[in-house]
């Protein structure tokens, strides 16, 4: 349900797009080519454009003021256009805590499987084809032409981008980045937070947080050590001295 109800029962529904750059224009664009909905203007963070029009739509003002400015212009629905994964899913939470609606975005040339399930606040760019029984969670990128196989599993927050081939019964574990052109092989698991190098062909499963590049895909760092990533799973008591 929407926080904001359309006075007008039959106008389509009144949309702000969060983010101006150049995801927030993709995302514009998808919206336009659905035909179906109003995009009221985008909120931006950046003080320096707001008040000037990206491609034709305004921007109102910061994301800070969103609460203010979704009640004024009579929003509808919300949909978060920010590429970095964090920001992304921590924004929405925010959205949702204030009762906005999250909407999901769709390119009228993607391939949906009719058993395919989509969250919120996820994006479906040009050409991209999610086949049958995927499970798409909230806040996914699925950008232009990438290519979701059978049975697979992109948990929230990862943003796939174009023209990346993920294969059947994958499993792509919450906040993943797989950079553009990558291939992912059946069945293997992307732990969460890992991030793809552009092009790498990924044979085997890759551990939360490590970056993997090239062919076949090899890890360049850790971003976190071993134990700090099992700490994460520990309860708060365990470890904790008397
Ligand atoms: C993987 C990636 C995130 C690493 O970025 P980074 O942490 O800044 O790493 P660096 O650029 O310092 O590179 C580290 C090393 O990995 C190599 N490397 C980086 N990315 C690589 C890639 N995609 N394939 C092969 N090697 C790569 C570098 O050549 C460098 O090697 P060296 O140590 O021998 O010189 C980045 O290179 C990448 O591929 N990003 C994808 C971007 C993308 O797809 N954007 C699309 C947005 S829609």
Redesign the pocket.
Known sequence: MSAHRNSAEHSPPRILILGAGGHGRVVLDILLHGGDREVVGFLDNNAEIHGRRVDGVPVLGGIDSLEKIAVRERVDGVIIAI?DNGVRRGLARTVQRLGIELITAVHPTAAIAHNASLGRNVVVAAGAVVCANCQVGDSVIL?TGCIVDHQTMVGEGS?I??GVRIAGRVKVEPGV?V???ATVVPKVTLGCEA??????VVLHDVPPMA?V??IPAKP??RAVADEEIAAMFLPASVGQTA
């Open positions: 590429g950008n943003h981008c174009p980045f950079g553009i052109g991030i793809i190098g552009a092009g790498a970056t590049v090239g360049i760092k």
